[in-house]
T-cell receptor, first 108, second 115 residues
Framework: QKEVEQNSGPLSVPEGAIASLNCTYS??????FFWYRQYSGKSPELIMF????GDKEDGRFTAQLNKASQYVSLLIRDSQPSDSATYLC????????FGQGTELSVKP | GAGVSQTPSNKVTEKGKYVELRCDPI?????LYWYRQSLGQGPEFLIY????????DSGLPNDRFFAVRPEGSVSTLKIQRTERGDSAVYLC?????????????FGPGTRLTVL
């Protein structure tokens, strides 16, 4: 079992829809959870982080964490074509462990 | 302000050769990280420096890989006797502090191709 697993994708949603990205992790001792966005050919950039169970909202983005289920998700509301990218889930206990990423395509 | 810079942006080498990849972190960032990213995969942790010392090198795949940060700023990742499987994008990141939450800012990466 991989330490951090994400939907394989690609995920395609129409413009204006909600995109839902999911991630599970194996280390129950993990403390911090991150979502990075990576455009093709570019480096990852942090868009959200969450430590506590529940939801955290930042603009159109909502991160959700359920430590009991070892599950993290990212919701993108009112998806825009500019949101088209690969979204990486990362989990930190000691070092930062990334999932393989989910490619999101938002169709105009 | 300047972000994390990495040189070269692309490196093509032949199997068996030695390569050095350089990372210049954001000024004032004490923590520096190296990752390797293969196509279709997320970044894979290699090594983490806090200041001049390697605080965690558990991700280095074997003894052909070595990294230094002699003055606590610029870091060099060194790969000896390169193999075709070393081909990947090597990413460097820096953060203000170390463990615990400190946003890691990534450089543009060095694309290494081993022929």
């Amino acid at each position: 079992q991989k330490e951090v697993e994400q939907n394989s994708g690609p995920l395609s949603v129409p413009e204006g829809a909600i995109a839902s990205l999911n991630c599970t992790y194996s280390d129950r001792g993990s403390q911090s959870f991150f979502w990075y966005r990576q455009y093709s050919g570019k480096s990852p950039e942090l868009i959200m982080f969450i430590y506590s169970n529940g939801d955290k909202e930042d603009g159109r983005f909502t991160a959700q964490l359920n430590k009991a289920s070892q599950y993290v998700s990212l919701l993108i509301r009112d998806s825009q074509p500019s949101d088209s990218a690969t979204y990486l889930c990362a989990v930190q206990g000691g070092k930062l462990i990334f999932g393989q990423g989910t490619e999101l395509s938002v169709k105009p | 302000g300047a972000g994390v810079s990495q040189t070269p942006s692309n490196k093509v080498t032949e199997k068996g050769k030695y390569v050095e990849l350089r990372c210049d972190p954001i000024s004032g960032h004490t923590a520096l990280y190296w990752y390797r990213q293969s196509l279709g995969q997320g970044p894979e942790f290699l090594i983490y420096f806090q200041g001049t010392g390697a605080a965690d090198d558990s991700g280095l795949p074997n003894d052909r890989f070595f990294a230094v940060r002699p003055e606590g700023s610029v870091s060099t990742l060194k790969i000896q006797r390169t193999e075709r499987g070393d081909s990947a994008v090597y990413l460097c990141a820096s953060s203000f502090g170390g463990r615990g939450y400190n946003e890691q800012f990534f450089g543009p990466g060095t694309r290494l191709t081993v022929l």
